[in-house]
């Protein structure tokens, strides 16, 4: 480690980019997808086109019919924090993160209650609000050769009023003169339905924009900071430094479901926290694998749900990370089967759900309610987000927020540099990679150019990773490169040539990293 990592650079005259110029730089509404909640077909349900499940798919299916093992599932940990304890939500979830982390979710019950019913806030606070619906069909999906899956969009445009109609019909169509059927029955009923298939289909108001969360100033749980809409941009919060809405991510969104409407398997965009409110409604069960067994849950699904023609067979993409493009949902029985850790929660009006980096999770409704659910992120996430970053960047797969800029704007500002963390640890090996990268740069006589600090976050036309700090652009196709690329020479396969555009605010970065490294070495020294 080296202090200084970019004083050997020599900018030369400067000049505005040519992505800037070129209007290239990546906005909230580009087109791409850049500041939008991009979501992947593993946000929903598949239904099987075209070839049938392979013979092992079909075994498990017949194996877990009797879906007994749905007794065997763990339930996930509850806490009820004290009106004190309660007083910050980031603070309070860090204190209890060393237990529920390791179940990659948890329960908490709120000691604050809404005054004001979400129905009320949606039919009155927000007038004229409206949304449509997924259709899902109540069956195991699998993947074709071509690797294809449907869902539907619905045509109706809903109000609450009108969809818990829909879903009260729907719930008497399917337990006729009952009222009062137990989560663990309802639970296995669903799966009972899904197995066997050809049990009609459900809807599902999923990425819904809104807040169902009161403004009304006597409503304690409304201007409590555990409204979803405010609890991104709490000081611990690194979201709060990304400066623009991001649906899903930093603003919430509405989930309004009716029986047996479902979430399939995924991770939340770049493994972030996540926290739902149960506003109102019947229960939802939950499923939960904790992030530490990512890795098996893959695998689990590569090798005993999906079709192995439909995967990707390229030599330079390992197959179970293409998952995340191609989960289902699939009952939790196949994991206990392979033993895969798998909890669960059955969520009531009232309380809230934290799922943990990288913890994949998947669930259902009990009958018609309302959710409301945000991305959060705080120290620990760090680490988390590098690696979704490589995962995204092995895939050339789209970021949603950029990584880099959060990292060293979080860096920046840290008022502690004694004590042990994440963010400094993640802050340093990322500059000691692009430090490493410069000095090769350099050793190819690279022209260096100053980036405004208005430029924002360039996107790698290679890989999709964010650049904050530094990026490599042709003069010619103004095609951008991340650092994180082995470059042998400068020339572009357009004729081109390639320069090094460097941040103008550069030196706060620098000043940073200097005194990391110092007090490194007197720690070193010290012992």
């Given amino acids: 480690m080296v202090s200084g990592p970019f004083s050997r650079v020599q900018f030369s005259c400067k000049r505005e980019t040519s992505c800037a110029r070129k209007g290239k730089v990546m906005k909230r509404s580009d087109s791409c997808g850049w500041g939008k909640k991009v979501r ?41 924090p004290s009106a004190e ?102 639970e296995k009923k669903f799966w009972q339905a899904m197995i066997n298939g050809n049990q009609g289909m459900v809807e599902y108001g999923v990425n819904v924009e809104g807040s169902a969360f009161s403004s009304d100033p006597n409503d304690q749980l409304g201007q409590s ?7 991104p941009q709490l000081p611990q919060s690194a979201l709060r430094l990304i ?21 399939a398997w995924h991770v939340e965009d770049h493994y972030l926290y996540s926290i739902n409110y149960h506003h109102s409604g019947a229960p939802k069960t939950w499923y939960c694998v904790p992030g530490g067994a990512a890795p098996e849950f893959e695998k689990v699904a590569l090798d005993h ?68 659910a945000v991305n959060f992120a705080v120290e620990d996430w760090f680490p988390w987000g590098a690696v979704a970053g490589y995962h995204y960047a092995t895939l050339g797969k789209m970021v949603v927020l950029p990584y880099e800029e959060l990292l060293c704007k979080e860096t920046i500002l840290l008022s502690d540099l004694a004590s042990e963390s994440s963010v400094k640890n993640c802050f340093a ?41 530094m990026f490599i652009e042709c003069s010619s196709c103004y095609h951008h490169m991340c650092l994180f690329h082995d470059v042998k020479s400068l020339g572009c396969s357009c004729s081109g040539t390639r320069v090094v555009f460097i941040r103008e605010d550069i030196q706060k970065v620098e000043d940073m990293y200097r005194k990391l490294y110092e007090q490194e070495e007197e720690e070193c020294l010290s012992h």
């Fill in 243 to 263: 400066g623009y809405p991001i649906p899903g991510i930093t603003d919430p969104m509405l989930y309004i479901g009716m029986i047996f409407s479902m979430f």
């Fill in 85 to 186: 304890e309660f007083e910050d939500p980031l603070v309070y979830l860090q204190q209890i993160s060393p237990e529920a982390s390791k179940f990659g979710i948890c329960k908490i019950v709120s000691p604050l209650k809404a005054s004001v019913p979400a129905s009320d806030v949606l039919m009155k606070e927000k007038r004229g609000f409206e949304f449509r619906t997924y259709l899902q069909p109540l069956c195991l999906s699998g993947w074709n050769v071509n690797g294809k899956g449907t869902y539907y969009p619905g045509e109706s445009n809903y109000t609450v009023k009108t969809f818990e109609k829909r879903a009260n019909k729907e719930y008497a169509q399917r337990f006729p003169g009952s009222r009062s059927l137990s989560p663990l029955h309802l």
């Fill in 429 to 469: 090996q990322h500059i000691g990679f692009l430090q490493n990268a410069l000095r090769n740069l350099i050793d190819l006589n690279a022209t260096f150019s100053p980036s405004p600090e208005s430029q924002g976050t360039i996107l790698c036309h290679l890989c999709k990773r964010d650049c904050y700090l």
């Fill in 225 to 231: 900071k555990w409204n979803l809409k405010t609890l």
């Fill in 305 to 372: 749900v999906y079709a192995p023609e439909s995967l990707d067979n390229g030599d330079d993409i390992d197959a179970s990370e293409i998952l995340a493009e191609k989960t289902t949902m699939f009952p939790p029985g196949i994991l206990l089967q392979h033993n895969v850790p798998v909890y669960r929660a059955v969520q009531k009006p009232g309380e809230f759900v934290v799922t943990f980096p990288r913890s994949y999770h998947a669930g259902f409704s009990h009958g018609f309610n309302c959710g409301e």
């Fill in 40 to 80: 992947t077909r593993s946000s929903f349900p598949l239904i099987e086109e075209g070839l049938p499940s392979p013979s092992k798919h079909k075994a498990d299916k017949n194996h877990l019919t009797d879906v007994q093992w749905v007794d065997k599932i763990p339930e996930c940990p509850l806490f009820y």
